[in-house]
C-alpha cells in the first residue's frame, strides 16, 4: 500500500478486501479498522454520498460492529498489529 500512498483508489480496494477478510473470520475490530480506513480514503477521493463510501459506512454502522465501534482505542490497537 505504501507503494501508492494513503490516499489512492487501490489502497482503498486493499483495506475494503482485507475487511471482508476479516469479517469473514470473525474478527470484527480489524475488519472495523480497515472498513474505517476504505470510508476516509473513498469520502476523500468520491465524496462521503458516493456508493463506494456509503458502501463501508453502512457495514460499519451494522450490529456486528456495536462493541467495536464504542471502543475507543481499536484504531491504535489494530494499527499496532497489523
Request: with cysteine.
Amino acid at each position: 500500500m505504501a507503494a501508492y500512498g494513503h490516499y489512492h483508489v487501490v489502497t482503498g480496494r486493499v483495506h475494503y478486501n482485507l475487511a471482508q477478510s476479516y469479517k469473514q473470520a470473525y474478527d470484527f475490530r480489524k475488519a472495523y479498522y480497515h472498513f474505517s480506513q476504505n470510508y476516509d480514503i473513498y469520502s476523500e477521493i468520491y465524496g462521503k454520498e458516493h456508493t463506494k463510501a456509503m458502501r463501508c459506512k453502512t457495514e460499519m454502522d451494522s450490529s456486528e460492529y456495536d462493541g467495536v465501534r464504542d471502543d475507543n482505542k481499536t484504531t491504535e490497537n489494530v494499527k499496532r498489529e497489523v
